[in-house]
């Protein structure tokens, strides 16, 4: 029972009966019996510290794949050193110096930082989602490393982007896939929101809920549409990129496999999470004030660029999971598992650390 446990959550998803085929005709199961070729023995996961990040040190893992992991403050995250062949270090993502200290012994790096609103002078767009890409990519050429996967998000445009989230988000996918010219490898992923446990996505929805006053819940972009994907996935289809030649200098859309509305993403979270709430869906004015009002508060739970977001649908053109022979994982597979277990104090608990 103890060893089952274990696989589970050293898997970051749930058992799942049937053997995956992956893109090099590897055979790779979902608690990790398969065996796969692995040529990348070390690989640093800048961002790792975070939610996807956790899903993808687990994953590779189990693929054999020791990895480095840099963080500011790595004493905060000592939960992943207890994942297998997994070396927390401490670094400045903004020095140079350090970066290259960090990747030394590595042959691929990932990177996965981003954020979704601007906090100060050091968490902003521009700096993270592009000035920290640049600096990777110099450390890459400078060690001789020849693998990068890179983390994007649908509708990332430099020019078209809706906010200034996903203008710089493409500004850092355009830098990463112009490393090809100097002989790094290149595979951006762009996920619709991501779920799984720990998400800031129903997790945070769910907290919300939970203060609701009177039971009155006021939604704004009520319409806007999303294509959940599942955190194990997008882990899984980064793990099978990572040393097959037909992903180099491609960008692979990410997607679950239903579309739905805010709304009834929202509902769902409340009916999951056993809250009695009424939704009330905002225009587009009223939404605009509650981006304005929500941006001020600590925390940011809804932003004038959240809102920007909003406008574009995240949805795929074509579904990279199935293209690397992922089978996309539905919410209701999921999600209730871990909504259902929640308590109010962690619900509160979950808010003060997003605050």
């Known amino acids: 029972m103890i060893v089952i446990l274990w696989e589970t959550w ?11 085929v992956g893109a090099k005709g590897y055979c790779v199961t979902s608690l990790g019996e398969g065996k796969r070729a692995v040529e990348h023995s070390k690989v640093c996961i800048f961002g790792g510290t975070g939610f996807v990040g956790h899903f993808l040190a687990r994953r590779l893992a189990r693929a054999g794949i020791r ?7 790595p004493q905060r995250h000592a939960d992943l050193s207890l994942i297998p062949n997994l070396e927390l270090a401490r670094v400045d993502i903004f020095d140079s110096k350090q970066i290259e200290s960090a990747c030394r012994d590595c042959d691929a790096v990932v990177n996965l930082i981003g954020i979704l609103n601007e906090r100060g002078s050091t968490e902003n767009f521009e700096r993270l989602h592009i000035e920290v890409v640049e600096k990777i990519l110099e450390t890459c050429q400078a060690l001789g490393i020849e693998r990068y996967l ?3 998000a649908l509708q990332a445009d430099t020019t078209q982007g809706a906010s200034a989230y996903l203008r710089t988000k493409g500004a850092g996918e355009e830098r990463a896939l112009g490393a090809e010219r100097i002989g790094i490898r290149v595979t951006s992923f762009r996920p619709s929101v991501i779920f799984g446990e720990g998400d800031s996505f129903f997790n945070r929805f769910a907290g919300l809920l939970a203060l609701a ?8 972009c009520p319409e806007a549409r999303f294509a959940p994907v599942y955190a194990g996935d997008v882990a899984e289809a980064m793990v099978r990129s990572l040393d097959n030649p037909e992903t180099f200098g491609r960008v692979y859309e990410l997607c679950g496999p239903r579309v739905f509305s805010l709304r009834e993403l929202v509902a769902y979270t409340a009916q999951q999470s056993g809250k009695k709430v009424r939704l009330i869906g905002l225009g587009d004015s009223l939404s605009r004030l509650q981006a304005r009002i929500l941006g001020l508060l600590p925390g940011k739970p809804f932003s004038m660029d959240n809102y920007l977001s909003l406008q574009t649908p995240s949805l795929c053109h074509e579904n990279g999971l199935v293209q690397l022979g992922v089978q996309p994982t539905d919410v209701e597979i999921v999600v209730p598992i871990y909504l259902g277990r929640q308590t109010e104090r962690q619900r509160y608990t979950s808010l003060r650390k997003a605050a």
């Open 213 to 220: 006053p009177g039971g009155l819940f006021p939604l704004a």
């Open 10 to 20: 050293l898997n970051g998803s749930l058992p799942k009966a049937r053997d995956r």
């Open 67 to 73: 990895t480095l992991v840099p963080s500011r403050h």
């Open 150 to 152: 890179h983390m994007s």
